[in-house]
C-alpha cells in the first residue's frame, strides 16, 4: 500500500456466532478512486487454551460481487436446501450493521 494512500472504512457488517466472529469491511482508498472489501473471520479453536485462528480476505469489489452471485446461486439451488436448513438449525445469525461517515457519502 503506497503511504499517500488514505484509506476509509465506508460500512462494515459484524456477526458473532457461539465460536465465530465475522466482519465485511467496505473500504475506499481516496488516492487510487478504488473500493474494495475485506473478509475477516476468528474463531476460537480451543476454549482452554484460548487458541483463535484468523483469515482476512482482501477483494476487489468485482470478485466480491462475483462470489456474492455464486453464494445467492448456492442457496437458491434446491439440491441445497437440506444442506442450508440444518445448518441454519444450528445457529441463528445476528448480523449487525455499522456505518462510518465519510465526505464522499
Keep these: 500500500m ?16 457461539k465460536n465465530k466472529r465475522v466482519s ?3 473500504i475506499y482508498d481516496s488516492k487510487k ?4 472489501v475485506i473478509v475477516k473471520t476468528r474463531t ?12 482476512v480476505m ?13 453464494f ?3 442457496i437458491k439451488d434446491s439440491k441445497n436446501k437440506e444442506l442450508l436448513r440444518e445448518i441454519s438449525n444450528l445457529f441463528k445469525l ?4 455499522i456505518s462510518y461517515k465519510h465526505p464522499k457519502y
Design 44 to 55: 476460537l479453536q480451543d476454549f482452554k487454551n484460548r487458541t483463535i485462528s484468523e483469515t
Design 33 to 36: 478512486d478504488l473500493h474494495s
Design 72 to 74: 445467492e446461486a448456492f
Design 94 to 97: 445476528n448480523v449487525k450493521q
Design 2 to 17: 503506497d503511504n499517500n494512500s488514505t484509506i476509509f472504512i465506508v460500512k462494515q457488517y459484524s456477526s458473532k456466532l
Design 24 to 26: 465485511v469491511d467496505l
Design 58 to 70: 482482501f477483494y476487489s469489489i468485482e470478485t466480491f460481487i462475483t462470489l456474492s452471485s455464486m
